[in-house]
């Protein structure tokens, strides 16, 4: 049984249909990016993984279990964590605060009257962990605002992974960076990735951040897929090539 399904899933915005009876399958342990040109249906995508959109038909299915229709808090319980491509930060808040905030999110004691120094001191050591995975060990104790743009790309995947997510979804982690923040950015997920047994949804218009990271790559196109399967076969897609990489050989 895949960890998420999406079956044929859609998404209509009056005439305009966003996400086109799409079927897509992220296994555990999978890192599956999503590519497709600007308006393929991406983003849509995910807000209808996430209930952040209810769709127009189809459903998506995580663990074996319905999820559509849920709130959005409720799916988030379910094990599914994001980011966004624009940073979803608390600007005020240290670093480390931020990330504590994001672990007892998923803490069940977080509502308690008694028992609050134990989420505390547990959400704190989550916290530094994430922090550790992502490199931003040295900036724990500074205000998010002051992060740079890339620091700042970094603490938001912290604040999904000290979730303790089954599945991470990750839109657009590398957009704004520049190409040193880029490379640096890639090779900390490339580490987080290496460790197994995190599965991650993936959508990135640098197609050699993709191509590093991703196992396999579904391409959208005016929002039906167009290609499915591993990096080398999708690059090698003349539809794809034509759709997206600008028919380049």
């Known amino acids: 049984m895949p960890l998420l399904e999406c079956k044929r ?31 393929a249906g991406k983003s849509t995508l995910f807000n209808l993984i996430t209930s952040v959109l209810q769709p127009s038909a189809g459903e998506v299915m995580f663990g074996g279990e319905n999820l559509t229709g849920l709130p959005v808090y409720a799916v988030a319980q379910k094990g599914i964590a994001r980011t966004f491509q624009l940073c979803h930060v608390f600007p005020a808040l240290t670093a480390r605060e931020n990330v504590r905030i994001a672990a007892q999110a998923r803490d069940q004691r977080r509502w308690r009257l008694l028992g609050g120094g134990r989420v505390l001191s547990q959400s704190t050591a989550i916290a530094d962990e994430a922090l550790e995975h992502m490199r931003l060990t040295r900036v724990a104790d500074t205000p998010a605002a002051l992060l740079s743009h890339g620091d700042q790309r970094l603490l938001e995947v912290a604040m999904a992974i000290a979730q303790k997510p089954r ?8 957009q704004g960076l520049s190409l040193e923040e880029t490379e ?13 047994g995190l599965s991650v949804l993936l959508i990135e218009h640098d197609m050699e951040v993709v191509f590093t990271l991703a196992d396999t790559i579904t391409v959208l196109h005016r929002g039906r897929v167009i ?20 028919g380049a050989e």
């Open 9 to 39: 899933l859609t998404r209509r915005f009056g005439a305009l249909v966003a996400v086109d009876t799409v079927d897509m399958t992220v296994e555990s342990g999978e890192i599956r990016a999503v590519i497709g040109p600007n308006g």
């Open 184 to 196: 640096r950015a890639v090779q900390i997920l490339k580490g987080l990735l290496q460790g197994g």
């Open 167 to 174: 599945l991470l979804m990750l839109d657009e982690p590398t």
């Open 227 to 246: 290609a499915d399967g591993p990096p080398g076969a999708v690059k090698a897609d003349a539809e794809v090539r034509r759709a997206y990489l600008g």
